[in-house]
């Protein structure tokens, strides 16, 4: 399970409010992760409890999920304020 210290933490990653940075986003996350499974081979077991992990997370579209946006889920209230602007 030392393998999982890698893995676990891209979940916690928050997506960015701007919309228009999401497609880089998901391929940032998408290219580390296979750069990560292709250089460190972890064990079967940790990526097993990492897909499953991403795929719960994605299934019940908590908002988390950088493959894709969920069209049901909004965006959070500070995303349309203008004060929010570096963040």
């Known amino acids: 399970m030392y393998c999982l210290q890698w893995l ?6 928050p997506k960015p409010l701007n919309p228009a940075l999401w497609f880089s986003h998901s391929m940032f996350m ?15 077991i ?6 499953a992990a991403l795929f719960l997370i994605c299934y ?11 069209t049901g889920s909004q965006l959070p209230e500070s ?9």
């Open 8 to 13: 676990l933490p891209v979940l916690l990653i």
């Open 60 to 70: 019940s579209c908590w908002g988390n999920c950088f493959l894709y946006h969920c």
């Open 79 to 87: 995303a349309h304020d203008p004060s929010v602007v570096g963040t």
């Open 30 to 44: 998408g290219f580390y992760l296979l750069s990560f499974l292709l250089e460190r081979k972890p064990c079967t």
């Open 46 to 51: 940790c990526a097993l409890v990492f897909l």
